[in-house]
């Protein structure tokens, strides 16, 4: 067990797309803790399966992502990066070539950028190795209870002795 004093804003929206409004909110919620004198530490992103999903290109959405990183840098807030998963509307067709692509893409620039990543397109396998698929519910898109506690797990383990408590930070 880790005590560790940190907060936790989650803002996700289900269903969002990088390209329509994750730039502008992520924007408001930055400049919204720099108003109230503190600042994120970490800023963990997770996007782009939904563009890719309503026919955007891999190159379109990474470059949106890429704007988002670039604007948590600017607000001195580090980037937990993390590639898409595969789901039951990619398996093997163009969609999931453009996933894929995608995710290679993302890899590409937190190795070129010190930008942490983590990879749950190899740590959460649609189809795990015994066959089994553990994760995610019969939609075949979203999660069940047990595959988002397995990604919490992973992001903690990929944030852990990373994360800082500072005053006047919200981590």
Request: aromatic letters at 4%.
């Amino acid at each position: 067990q880790v005590n560790l004093d940190v907060e936790v804003v989650m803002s996700g929206i289900s269903g969002e797309c990088v390209l329509d409004s994750m730039q502008d909110r992520l924007e408001q919620a930055l400049q919204g803790a720099r108003q109230e004198g503190q600042r994120f530490s970490w800023v963990l992103i997770l996007g782009g399966i939904n563009d890719i999903g309503c026919g955007a290109s891999a190159y379109a959405v990474h470059k949106g992502l890429v704007a988002l990183y670039e604007t948590c840098r600017k607000h001195r807030a580090k980037v937990l990066a993390m590639t898409c998963l595969q789901n039951s509307g990619t398996p093997m067709g163009a969609t999931d070539k453009d996933r894929r692509r995608l995710n290679e893409m993302i890899r590409d620039h937190c190795h070129d950028n010190d930008v942490l990543l983590l990879d749950l397109e190899k740590r959460m396998p649609y189809v795990r190795s015994d066959g089994k698929d553990a994760h995610f519910d019969m939609d075949g898109l979203h999660l069940l209870p047990q595959g988002y506690d397995h990604m919490a797990d992973l992001i903690f383990k990929a944030l852990k002795g990373r994360v800082q408590v500072k005053s006047g930070q919200k981590q």
